[in-house]
């Protein structure tokens, strides 16, 4: 019975992490509803391992219940994505300072190693394809910096109320291809051990995207009236 329960719970969690890669990569949009039959039977799994799924997304603010409707995909408002924006634009660059302190670290420099290779390859990607493919990139980068840092708590932080994952689901502003530019600028400060540098291009990435939240937002203002 005991081996069962750990198969079971180990179900649930692949689970959980199927459906959040989907959310992430936008084959679950804010604001969809989840149809649980469906995609029950499209990860091929019953009802049970999947409710459970969905209560741990649910609790990570990813998705919500409502009344009357079951689950639907979490969506952010202009307002909640500047108060993210706001939140990492304070912690992100602590842990670009750290990472910068970690870069002699040879964990360290194998992730910065595959970080370089990721926005490598995804700079020689289409047009049409990095639009499909740069959410999940985006997230693998920002969690990598923060786990570079070796700040046990930072990371937590950051991905317990998934503030990366939020920020790029509901909409992207951006050209993606101006954001690598900049992870380039942040990777090479981070690898030369440049903590002022570090924290000063991760906090000018995190504002730009922010000023853009922000015009939308005040547009959005202006609109309603």
């Given at each position: 019975?005991?081996?069962?329960?750990?198969?079971?719970?180990?179900?649930?969690?692949?689970?959980?992490?199927?459906?959040?890669?989907?959310?992430?990569?936008?084959?679950l949009?804010?604001?969809?509803?989840?149809?649980?039959?469906?995609?029950?039977e499209?990860?091929?799994?019953?009802?049970?391992?999947?409710?459970s799924?969905?209560?741990?997304?649910?609790?990570?603010?990813?998705?919500?219940?409502?009344?009357?409707?079951?689950?639907?995909?979490?969506?952010t408002?202009?307002?909640?994505?500047?108060?993210?924006?706001?939140?990492?634009?304070?912690?992100?660059?602590?842990?670009?300072?750290?990472?910068?302190?970690?870069?002699?670290?040879?964990?360290?420099?194998?992730?910065?190693?595959?970080?370089?290779?990721?926005?490598?390859?995804?700079?020689?990607?289409?047009?049409?394809t990095?639009?499909?493919?740069?959410?999940?990139?985006?997230?693998?980068?920002?969690?990598?910096?923060?786990?570079?840092?070796?700040?046990?708590?930072?990371?937590?932080?950051?991905?317990?109320?998934?503030?990366?994952?939020?920020s790029?689901?509901?909409?992207?502003?951006?050209d993606?291809?101006?954001?690598?530019?900049?992870?380039?600028?942040?990777?090479?400060?981070?690898?030369?051990?440049?903590a002022?540098?570090?924290?000063?291009?991760m906090?000018?990435?995190?504002?730009?995207?922010?000023?853009l939240?922000?015009?939308?937002?005040?547009?959005?203002?202006?609109?309603?009236?």
């Amino acid at each position: 019975m005991d081996m069962y329960q750990v198969k079971y719970e180990d179900l649930s969690e692949k689970v959980y992490k199927a459906v959040k890669l989907m959310i992430l990569e936008g084959q679950l949009t804010p604001g969809q509803k989840v149809k649980q039959e469906e995609l029950a039977e499209r990860l091929g799994v019953s009802r049970t391992p999947l409710l459970s799924a969905l209560s741990m997304l649910e609790k990570e603010l990813l998705i919500e219940s409502i009344p009357r409707r079951g689950y639907i995909i979490r969506k952010t408002t202009l307002r909640q994505l500047l108060d993210l924006f706001e939140i990492r634009i304070r912690l992100e660059p602590l842990g670009a300072i750290e990472a910068a302190g970690n870069f002699n670290d040879p964990q360290a420099q194998q992730q910065i190693q595959r970080l370089k290779e990721q926005t490598h390859a995804i700079r020689q990607e289409p047009a049409d394809t990095v639009q499909r493919t740069f959410k999940q990139y985006d997230f693998d980068f920002h969690s990598t910096i923060m786990d570079i840092s070796n700040n046990e708590f930072l990371p937590l932080l950051i991905s317990s109320y998934n503030l990366i994952t939020l920020s790029n689901i509901s909409r992207t502003f951006r050209d993606p291809f101006m954001s690598i530019a900049e992870h380039e600028q942040i990777l090479g400060a981070i690898e030369n051990g440049n903590a002022q540098l570090a924290s000063q291009t991760m906090r000018d990435h995190i504002e730009i995207a922010r000023s853009l939240a922000e015009r939308a937002y005040q547009e959005s203002l202006h609109d309603s009236h």
